[in-house]
């Protein structure tokens, strides 16, 4: 998903939490909302760290034109995942590797 994507469903489900904050004609305690806010607040952390590295992929194209100089071939993106605090999450990384050697990839450097 592009930044702008995720940004969007971000701000969606921002409103999503405070609707179920702002409540009041409810008799709801303290311990029975924080129990309701915690599988949301998750899913949230996750979409802002999922904004957090989209573009991140898109910065290396520069990133990867100084590894061909050095020899290194780029590879297509390729999807992995991420274990955070909040979750799985899922990222496209680009791998370059010389021939017939090892590779890396550049998000690392």
Same mark, same amino acid.
């Given at each position: 998903m592009?930044s702008?994507?995720?940004?969007?469903?971000?701000?969606t489900h921002?409103?999503?939490? $405070?609707?179920?904050v702002?409540?009041n004609?409810?008799? %709801?305690?303290?311990d029975e909302?924080?129990?309701?806010l %915690?599988?949301?607040?998750?899913?949230? /952390?996750?979409l802002l760290?999922?904004?957090f590295v989209?573009?991140?992929e898109?910065?290396?194209?520069r990133?990867v034109?100084t &590894? $061909?100089r050095r /020899?290194f %071939?780029p %590879?297509?993106?390729?999807?992995?995942?991420l274990?955070? $605090?909040?979750g799985r999450?899922?990222m &496209?990384r680009?791998?370059?590797r010389r021939?017939?050697?090892t590779?890396?990839?550049p $998000?690392?450097?």
């Amino acid at each position: 998903m592009e930044s702008a994507e995720v940004k969007v469903v971000i701000n969606t489900h921002i409103e999503k939490l $405070l609707a179920f904050v702002e409540k009041n004609s409810d008799r %709801r305690d303290f311990d029975e909302v924080e129990r309701g806010l %915690r599988d949301d607040v998750f899913a949230l /952390g996750r979409l802002l760290l999922t904004y957090f590295v989209a573009p991140r992929e898109k910065e290396p194209e520069r990133t990867v034109r100084t &590894w $061909l100089r050095r /020899g290194f %071939r780029p %590879r297509n993106p390729e999807r992995k995942f991420l274990n955070t $605090l909040f979750g799985r999450i899922t990222m &496209w990384r680009t791998y370059v590797r010389r021939r017939g050697g090892t590779g890396l990839y550049p $998000l690392d450097f």
